[in-house]
C-alpha cells in the first residue's frame, strides 16, 4: 500500500503514462468480450505479437515493446500453431527471430488452470516476470467459480489485478458476449460480457469484436460500387467500451484474410455506385 503525498504531489509532475495497449496501462487488467468465432483470438495473437516487436498489423497504433506472454486454454495445440504460422509466413527473418526471443504462447486446454489456486498462479507469476503484456484466452478457462456471483467476479479480477501489480505488465482477458446480448445485436455495449458486471467494472480497459450485420453489409462496400452483401463473414469491427487512461477509441473493420489473419478494411458506403464517405479501418497513431 502506498499513501500519495499532499502536498508534494501538487508540485512536481508524475511520470508519463505508460500506455501498453489503447488506454490500457502497465500494471492494469482489461478485456476484449466478443461472442464465439468472432476472431478475438487471431486479434489477442496480433497483438501480442506486436507488442513482442513485430509490425502493427492492426492498426492500433504504436507502443513500447517487450516480452509477452500468451495463455491459450481454449484452443488445442495444433489450431493455434495454424494460425501461428499464418501470421509468420508476414514476418521477415529478423522479427522471427525477435519472436522467438520475446513472445511465449503456452497451450494450456486439458490441463485445467485456475488462477485460484496458489500453484497455477505462481507459475504464472514466474512466467510473466518481465512481461510487457500477459493474455488470457479464455477467462472461463482460467477458474472453477460462478461468473454470476459478484463476489467470486470480484475475486477472479483481485488476481488478476495482483498478477499486473507485481510484474508491472498489463493483463488483458479474453471473455465471451452474454447470449442474450449477441442475440440481440448488442456485443459492442461495456455491459455485453458474459456474468456479473464486476469483470466490467473493476477492470481498467475494455475492448469489443463483433461480426458485420445484414444491415452494415448492405450499406458498406470495398470499391464504393459493391455491397459487402453474403461476403460479411470476411469482416469484424473492434473498437473500445471502457477507456480508463485515454481519449475514446474509434472502431476498425477488419477482414479476415488467408489463415485467419486480419487486415484493416477501409469501407465506403454504397451510394448510387460512388463512395459516400469512408468508414476507418485504421485508426491514428497514439
Known amino acids: 500500500m502506498a499513501t500519495i503525498k499532499i502536498p508534494e504531489v501538487y508540485e512536481f509532475e508524475p511520470l508519463p503514462l505508460d500506455f501498453v495497449l489503447p488506454s490500457v496501462l502497465a500494471g492494469t487488467v482489461a478485456s476484449l468480450v466478443s461472442p464465439g468465432g468472432s476472431g478475438k483470438t487471431m486479434w489477442a495473437l496480433q497483438v501480442a505479437h506486436q507488442i ?9 497504433g504504436t507502443f513500447p515493446t517487450g516480452p509477452v506472454l500468451y495463455l491459450a486454454a481454449e484452443d488445442p495445440q495444433l489450431a493455434i500453431e495454424h494460425r501461428l504460422f499464418a501470421m509468420g ?3 521477415d527473418a529478423a522479427a522471427r527471430e525477435l519472436m522467438g526471443e520475446r513472445l511465449t504462447v503456452q497451450a494450456l486446454i486439458g490441463h485445467s488452470p485456475d488462477i485460484m489456486d496458489s500453484r497455477w498462479y505462481d507459475a504464472i507469476e514466474r512466467a510473466a516476470a518481465g512481461c510487457r503484456l500477459v493474455i488470457f484466452d479464455t477467462l472461463r478457462r482460467f477458474h472453477t467459480l460462478e461468473e454470476n456471483d459478484s463476489g467470486d467476479m470480484a475475486r477472479i479480477v483481485g488476481r488478476l489485478e495482483k498478477l499486473a501489480t507485481d510484474t508491472g505488465c498489463a493483463v488483458l482477458f ?3 458476449s452474454s447470449k442474450a446480448m449477441a442475440i440481440a445485436g448488442r456485443s459492442d455495449e461495456q455491459q455485453a460480457g458474459r456474468g456479473s458486471s464486476v469483470l466490467i ?3 481498467r480497459g475494455g475492448f469489443f469484436m463483433v461480426g458485420m450485420t445484414k444491415e452494415d453489409a448492405a450499406r458498406l462496400s ?9 461476403r460479411r463473414g470476411y469482416f469484424v469491427r473492434w473498437g473500445g467500451t471502457k477507456p480508463n487512461y485515454g481519449p475514446p477509441i474509434q472502431d476498425i473493420w477488419y477482414k479476415r484474410t488467408a489463415g485467419g489473419v486480419l487486415e484493416p478494411a477501409d469501407l465506403a458506403e454504397v451510394s448510387n455506385g460512388g463512395k459516400k464517405g469512408k468508414e476507418r479501418g485504421r485508426r491514428d497513431e497514439i
Open 174 to 176: 479474453l471473455h465471451h
Open 52 to 60: 513482442a516487436g513485430a509490425a502493427d498489423s492492426l492498426g492500433i
Open 222 to 230: 470495398e470499391d464504393g460500387r459493391h455491397a459487402i452483401g453474403d
Open 89 to 91: 509466413s508476414r514476418l
Open 201 to 203: 467494472d473493476n477492470i
